[in-house]
């Protein structure tokens, strides 16, 4: 019993580190937890980004407009959350933004990070 759960870990820790084919972003993406593409183009992506854009208008208190979303991954957590980066209008300059958004499991959205480029 005492050589079975050395050789159980070691036998786990070496199929996670052969998950990829090499590429770090494909490891990334086949682990529990980790960040994987989204389409700019989905639902649920689109949403995120128009609450992350009206969370950090009222935080700033202007007005700022979502002209496109540049890229998103997405992150299975208690719901789904979303890194995003974001093309916005502010004060009638175009601008870019890195947000992170967590979509809960009650269908609310919190914006959990916010950074100018």
Do not use: H
Not at 41 to 66: E, F, P, W
């Amino acid at each position: 019993m005492k050589l079975a759960l050395p050789l159980i870990a070691g036998l786990l820790l070496s199929s996670v580190s052969c998950a990829g084919n090499g590429d770090s972003n494909s490891v990334n993406s086949r682990v529990p937890g980790g960040w994987s593409s989204a389409s700019v183009d989905d639902a649920r992506v689109k949403i995120a980004a128009r609450n992350a854009v009206a969370a950090q208008a009222s935080i700033d208190g202007t007005g700022l407009t979502l002209a496109s979303i540049e890229d998103a991954q997405q992150q299975v957590v208690a719901g789904m959350s979303y890194k995003l980066r974001l093309s916005v209008v502010k004060d009638d300059r175009r601008q870019f933004a890195n947000a992170t958004v967590w979509a809960k499991l009650n269908g609310t959205y919190e914006l959990t990070a916010w950074s100018w480029e």
